[in-house]
């Protein structure tokens, strides 16, 4: 069975950094597009960053872009995302996701699998 985990999440203030891991099992993880998502209360998933099969092609929303940085190590079958400079926006819990079929997507239909997630709450 697929499962992707994730952890690293924590409670911060306002411009510290956290490291992010999610790490796959029970599939090809190479062969999978990786991304970053993640939910505030009451708010809509949101897309954070997004990882090509080799680690070449990435994509971070605008909100994040400069800030938080996706990189992957297949050898360890894990997808990190580098958070730094943290504000209190960030606060969520933060979801990887897995797509075989997919290219390095923004949307939340292009991956099949989900972890479920870890929390990031950054204070003032």
């Known amino acids: 069975q697929v499962q992707l985990v994730e952890s690293g999440g924590g409670l911060v203030q306002t411009g510290d950094s956290l490291r992010l891991s999610c790490v796959g099992s029970?599939?090809?993880?190479?062969?999978?597009?990786m991304g970053w998502f993640r939910q505030a209360p009451g708010k809509e998933r949101e897309f954070v960053a997004a990882?090509?099969?080799?680690?070449?092609?990435?994509k971070h929303a605008d909100s994040v872009k400069g800030r938080f940085i996706i990189s992957r190590d297949n050898a360890k079958n894990t997808v990190y995302l580098q958070m730094n400079s943290l504000k209190p926006e960030d606060t969520a819990i933060y979801r990887c996701?897995?797509?075989?079929?997919?290219?390095?997507?923004?949307?939340?239909?292009?991956?099949?699998?989900w972890g479920q997630g870890t929390q990031v709450t950054v204070s003032s």
């Open positions: 029970g599939l090809t993880f190479s062969s999978n597009v």
């Open positions: 990882i090509s099969r080799s680690g070449i092609v990435t």
């Open positions: 996701a897995a797509g075989y079929n997919a290219a390095v997507s923004t949307t939340t239909q292009r991956y099949e699998y």
